[in-house]
């Protein structure tokens, strides 16, 4: 595309014309960074490399990356890590800006309603939690995670990207267990959540010792709901309670299509009640704890 644009010099009555090319081409690039996190953080890297006058072969070298990575990012042709993303905070010495970049790309594959809930947990003083048929996902060891996501590749549900974008983006929501101060967790997992095999058994193995670690920790406390409870387990989905800074306390819970911030007080004063009832109705801490160790044992040989 050329654009022809007129300019008149001062003191002069001659008309200079100039012929732009891809001036088109250059609006259109601008939208689509603005309109993919992926294609945003591509720019955002092309321009901090021109601004330092280096070719993508000597960024690829000041990263530990190929050039070709660096043209693909830069294209938005493949998928950004989170490695990726901090060496880049590295190199150009930003502060975390292409992490945060890495962060919004991340959640744009995430579960509709997902990344809001994510922000909040990562605030919360407290998270209360119900996790059913599947180890909740603070919880998770990393083989775990990933025998889920690429199982759901395998179905054709998620694609290869998108299946490591949830794996990369449970490892940066996990850092919440690891902060100075970390919020006061209460989690009750249904019996289902520790006889369901993920992985095979060496992973449920490494799942169950990490579960059982966690539960050493003084802020964490974990119960289980056996499967004798019956009809009385007062949740038929996974179900997250957050108690804000502020005071505050909101709700998630997800279909299978979508999650959902429950914000509304009478709606999460009720998912109070019968958490509470929930944690009444469970078995003790050292109960749950050898109800724990029972199916480890039964893995292993």
Known sequence: MVARVALRLPGSNLDCSVWLRGATRMQSNEIDAAASPLARFGAELRR??????????????????????VSYVERAKKSVTSNFA????????????FYELWCRYSKASLLEGFPEFADAEARCRRLREFALTIVTGLFQVAEYAEALAFAAVQRGAITQSAAEQRVEFLATRQRVLDRKTPPRIHAVLDESCLARLIGGPAVMVKQLDHIAELAARPNVTIQVAPFGLGENLPFTMPVTLLDLSDG???????????GHLERTREAVSTWEREYDQLVVEALPKAASLALIHKARKELVP
């Open 48 to 69: 901090s490399r021109r601004a330092m006058r280096w070719s993508q072969t000597e960024l690829g070298l000041r990263m530990g990356y190929s050039n070709a990575m």
């Open 248 to 258: 505050s306390v909101v709700g998630y819970a997800e279909s299978h299509a979508r």
């Open 86 to 97: 901090v060496r880049a905070d590295e190199v150009f010495e930003t502060g975390g800006t």
